[in-house]
């Protein structure tokens, strides 16, 4: 079996055994990548620290086509991101952007968009100082860009035309004419800010403090009805801080 060796963020993982467990990880190369790590729950073992949520890593594994969970040979860590997992309300947050890449990543695909979208997303979250809520959308908001899940902003999305001054926002596409209407209004505000979220700079934007919760819950609604998954971490989220 030849060797590889990749950059990941380690998504989420479980036990499998006395000893072990299987972690699945977002890769540049590979996608969403699942490697069975032997020994890592045995005491002193290096690998369980390296392999916790939310780390940058360096792999290295045995690649078998066709085989569902790789053998991991090694891991080193690159970036713990210390201060998302140290406070509560900012680790709560980053589990919604995690868990939507782990949902939009395909296995064995080169996924290097999303994961680069996914890493600027946990360095920046690490250093931030304002909303965490806005940072979360800022992430949420890239990493639909990058899977190709951004919704339509700038035209209505159904009928193609101008929106006119009375949008509304459809959960199957974006934004929508008064003629076609929507699942609920779209404030001009909010639109102005989603469209600085997907397409401005690679940091996340300062926050519009006036729509930032109904800019969180569109996305939220967006994303869950996009991808049909009843998001784990948001449910987790509303017990916690919502």
């Given at each position: 079996?030849?060797?590889?060796?990749?950059?990941?963020?380690?998504?989420?993982?479980?036990?499998?055994?006395?000893?072990?467990?299987?972690?699945?990880?977002?890769c540049p190369v590979r996608g969403r990548m699942a490697c069975i790590a032997k020994g890592a729950r045995r005491k002193n073992s290096p690998l369980?620290?390296?392999?916790?949520?939310?780390?940058?890593?360096?792999?290295?594994?045995?690649?078998?086509?066709?085989?569902?969970?790789?053998?991991?040979?090694?891991?080193?860590?690159?970036?713990?991101?210390?201060?998302?997992?140290?406070?509560?309300?900012?680790?709560?947050?980053?589990?919604?952007?995690?868990?939507?890449?782990?949902?939009?990543?395909?296995?064995?695909?080169?996924?290097?968009?999303?994961?680069?979208?996914?890493?600027?997303?946990?360095?920046?979250?690490?250093?931030?100082?304002?909303?965490?809520?806005h940072h979360a959308s800022w992430q949420v908001a890239r990493l639909l860009e990058a899977a190709g899940f951004a919704p339509e902003l700038d035209?209505?999305?159904?009928?193609?035309?101008?929106?006119?001054?009375?949008?509304?926002?459809?959960?199957?596409?974006?934004?929508?004419?008064?003629?076609?209407?929507?699942?609920?209004?779209?404030?001009?505000?909010?639109?102005?800010?989603?469209?600085?979220?997907?397409?401005?700079?690679?940091?996340?934007?300062?926050?519009?403090?006036?729509?930032?919760?109904?800019?969180?819950?569109?996305?939220?609604?967006?994303?869950?009805?996009?991808?049909?998954?009843?998001?784990?971490?948001?449910?987790?989220?509303?017990?916690?801080?919502?």
């Amino acid at each position: 079996m030849p060797q590889e060796k990749t950059e990941a963020v380690v998504l989420r993982g479980v036990d499998f055994s006395e000893t072990s467990r299987v972690v699945t990880f977002l890769c540049p190369v590979r996608g969403r990548m699942a490697c069975i790590a032997k020994g890592a729950r045995r005491k002193n073992s290096p690998l369980a620290a390296a392999l916790d949520t939310f780390n940058r890593v360096e792999l290295v594994y045995y690649w078998k086509e066709g085989r569902s969970v790789q053998n991991l040979a090694e891991a080193t860590v690159l970036n713990r991101f210390p201060r998302v997992k140290r406070d509560l309300e900012r680790s709560v947050y980053a589990a919604f952007p995690l868990e939507l890449a782990w949902c939009v990543a395909h296995e064995n695909e080169p996924s290097e968009p999303l994961y680069r979208a996914l890493v600027r997303g946990l360095e920046g979250f690490d250093t931030w100082s304002g909303s965490v809520r806005h940072h979360a959308s800022w992430q949420v908001a890239r990493l639909l860009e990058a899977a190709g899940f951004a919704p339509e902003l700038d035209r209505c999305g159904g009928c193609g035309g101008p929106l006119g001054g009375a949008a509304g926002f459809s959960l199957s596409g974006g934004a929508r004419c008064r003629a076609c209407g929507g699942d609920f209004p779209l404030r001009e505000g909010v639109r102005a800010t989603l469209k600085t979220l997907l397409y401005g700079e690679n940091a996340c934007p300062a926050e519009d403090g006036d729509v930032s919760a109904e800019v969180f819950r569109l996305l939220r609604r967006y994303a869950a009805y996009q991808l049909e998954t009843d998001f784990r971490s948001l449910r987790v989220l509303d017990e916690i801080i919502e």
